[in-house]
């Protein structure tokens, strides 16, 4: 089992940034592909970003040039620098790490965004 724990949230006006953290813990051996997705009220849950292990980045077409992903594998934490945030920015944002060799996946609690215009 992989356990995630989100942070970082906040309210903030449009044009400001945040830092979302994703702790993990648990079999952390296992986690290859980990990324950051977001619901938005009455929506479906969107891909935002994904980083594999080796460091490969993969972005949604909304937030390139804005957000970027990164993730400490020493300290077993992913994060999501989020610049330049805009009002359709706003929504639930949910960690998820890949284990595919033991075909498991898994997600955190979510960290709420509100960006105000």
């Known amino acids: 089992q992989v356990q995630l724990v989100e942070s970082g949230g906040g309210l903030v006006q449009a044009g400001a940034s945040l830092r979302l953290t994703c702790a993990a813990s648990?079999?952390?051996?296992?986690?290859?592909?980990m990324g950051w997705y977001r619901q938005a009220p009455g929506k479906e849950r969107d891909l935002v970003a994904t980083i594999a292990s080796d460091g490969r980045t993969n972005y949604a077409d909304s937030v390139k040039g804005r957000f970027t992903i990164s993730r400490d594998n020493a300290k077993n934490t992913l994060y999501l620098q989020m610049n330049s945030l805009k009002p359709e920015d706003t929504a639930v944002y949910y960690c998820?790490?890949?284990?595919?060799?033991?075909?498991?996946?898994?997600w955190g609690q979510g960290t709420q965004v509100t960006v105000s215009s």
């Open positions: 998820k790490a890949n284990a595919p060799y033991i075909g498991a996946f898994y």
């Open positions: 648990g079999s952390i051996f296992s986690i290859r592909t």
